[in-house]
């Protein structure tokens, strides 16, 4: 049940989408041998659960509690992932591959929001998760690049 006059469906995909990149993430810095890249991966957990906080307030407004699930199609991107890891003879390649994809997901979703007539301060704060993500996108991007 809402307890608004906006809806927030999107922004709570977004944190589903969110979550799961979270998740991809932590898996995928315990699969890659370079330092490098664990750091990199850590920041954008670290930038992906700093957006889930700055919009789980707005969900609880609306729903009365904070979403917690995951976007299926991250899981089954993480899940593919795995698999193809094991054949693949470039592991750190296919793993920014996948993760760029789910860059890609994340900035698909906070636009979607965007589009929505919703709270002024949670549009704020998707304008500014915008810009941040759009960063964690560009820097999967050069790596896979680099990494083809």
């Known amino acids: 049940m ?4 906006f809806n927030l469906k999107p922004v ?5 989408v969110l979550n ?3 998740e991809f993430y932590l898996e995928a810095k315990k699969k890659v041998d370079n330092l490098e890249l664990e750091r990199i991966f850590e920041m954008n957990v670290l ?3 700093k957006a889930v906080s700055a919009l789980q307030p707005f969900i609880v407004a609306d729903k009365g509690e904070i979403e917690e699930d995951n976007a299926v199609s ?5 899940t593919y992932t795995k698999v193809i890891a094991l054949i693949s003879t470039d592991k750190d390649h296919t793993y920014i591959s996948q993760l760029e994809e789910v860059e890609d997901k994340v900035l698909e979703k906070v636009d979607a929001a965007l589009e929505q007539t919703l709270p ?3 549009q ?3 304008r500014e998760i915008r810009m941040t993500m ?6 999967m991007k050069t790596l896979q690049d680099i990494t083809a």
Do not use: P
Request: charged share 40%; aromatic share 0%.
């Open 2 to 5: 809402s307890n608004s006059d």
């Open 12 to 16: 709570a995909e977004l944190i589903k």
């Open 20 to 22: 799961g990149g979270i």
């Open 47 to 49: 930038e992906k659960t």
């Open 74 to 78: 991250v899981e089954l991107r993480e």
């Open 120 to 122: 002024q301060d949670c």
């Open 124 to 126: 704020r704060a998707l």
């Open 134 to 139: 759009q960063a964690c996108h560009d820097e």
